[in-house]
């Protein structure tokens, strides 16, 4: 399998999921609006990060019947991809 890039953008989002999760001690806790408000960043371009993190399934996100973003959590394999960069 080919190596997969991370942007500086990637790798703070999956930072900031592993920090939550310790904090949170496993929980689901962490919101879309969460994660903009601690990176800080633009809506726009987080979204489209979390998308390819999806994509990559190394996170899940939660969405409303609606289709708009309420969770995130990291699967297992992002759970390694997050211990790599730390």
Same mark, same amino acid.
């Given at each position: 399998?080919?190596?997969?890039?991370?942007?500086?953008?990637?790798?703070? =989002?999956?930072?900031?999921?592993?920090?939550?999760?310790?904090?949170?001690?496993?929980? =689901?806790? *962490?919101?879309? #609006?969460?994660?903009?408000?601690?990176?800080?960043?633009?809506?726009?371009?987080?979204?489209? *990060?979390?998308?390819?993190? #999806?994509?990559?399934?190394?996170?899940?996100?939660?969405?409303?019947?609606?289709?708009?973003?309420?969770?995130?959590?990291?699967?297992?394999?992002?759970? #390694?991809?997050? *211990?790599? =960069?730390?």
């Amino acid at each position: 399998m080919a190596t997969q890039r991370l942007s500086r953008l990637h790798q703070r =989002i999956l930072q900031w999921l592993a920090a939550d999760h310790q904090r949170t001690r496993g929980f =689901i806790v *962490s919101s879309h #609006e969460d994660l903009v408000h601690a990176l800080r960043g633009d809506k726009g371009n987080i979204s489209r *990060s979390l998308r390819t993190l #999806e994509a990559r399934g190394w996170i899940v996100i939660g969405r409303t019947a609606g289709g708009r973003a309420e969770s995130l959590a990291r699967t297992p394999a992002g759970l #390694e991809k997050a *211990s790599e =960069i730390c």
